[in-house]
Structures are given as structure tokens and as C-alpha cells.
């Protein structure tokens, strides 16, 4: 078997699993409803159930290979992130702080020059 008849046959069956998906999900949200005089906790423990096989079912697909995938290497890409210390999370936040604080002087200053040249032009005064 050639490569485009794999891909074929897969991209069918991963409409049927898309469409099992679809129909697992859609009946935990009608069960949910449907089993609305049922404890809370066993239509919770359902609704994650149906969630966890479609999970497992999407999981199957093409798509959700190569989503297992980019996961898998996210993970690997977080664990080489430097996290600041303590100390320089504060450092920066108290730059950030003092930054703010002076451009928001700046603009109420240049803020109030423009209203004052404007009520001077138009003879307004509020």
C-alpha cells in the first residue's frame, strides 16, 4: 500500500472518529441534562468520563498525534526556561511600577498643556 492510500484511509477513518468525538460529547451534555434529578457527583463523574474517552478517541487521530506531539515538546521547551529568582521578579516589578508611574505623569501633564492651549484658542474655559 502507497502512501496516499494510507493518508486516505485515514483521513476517513478520522472522520468517523471525529464524528464519535462529536457524539460522545454531545451526549454527555444531553445526559447531564437528561439525569438533571441524579446526584451532582455522578453526573460530574459521567460527564468526565465521556470527556476522557473522546479525549482518548481524538487522541487516535491525526490530529491529535501531532497535538500529543507539540505537548510532549512544549514540556521539553519549559523545563530549559531560566525563571528569575525572587528578588530580580521584584526588582523588575518595582520598574515597572516607577516606569508606569512617571509616563502616567507625563501624559496628565501633556494632557493638561493641550487642554489649556485649546481653551485658550477657543476662548473656552471649563
Do not use: C, H
Not at 69 to 89: D, G, L, M, Y
Amino acid at each position: 500500500m502507497n502512501a496516499s492510500a494510507e493518508n486516505q484511509e485515514t483521513g476517513s477513518l478520522d472522520g468517523v472518529k471525529w464524528g464519535v468525538i462529536f457524539l460522545l460529547l454531545g451526549g454527555a451534555v444531553v445526559g447531564n441534562f437528561y439525569f438533571a434529578e441524579q446526584s451532582v457527583l455522578l453526573r460530574a463523574v459521567g460527564v468526565v468520563a465521556a470527556i476522557i474517552v473522546a479525549g482518548l478517541v481524538a487522541m487516535q487521530t491525526e490530529k491529535g498525534r501531532t497535538f500529543v506531539a507539540f505537548a510532549k515538546e512544549s514540556r521539553t521547551e519549559v523545563r530549559k526556561v531560566v525563571w528569575p529568582t525572587r528578588q530580580e521578579a521584584v526588582q523588575t516589578t518595582g520598574i515597572v511600577l516607577v516606569a508606569t508611574l512617571i509616563m502616567s505623569l507625563l501624559l496628565w501633564g501633556l494632557d493638561s498643556v493641550l487642554f489649556w492651549v485649546v481653551g485658550f484658542i477657543t476662548g473656552l474655559q471649563v
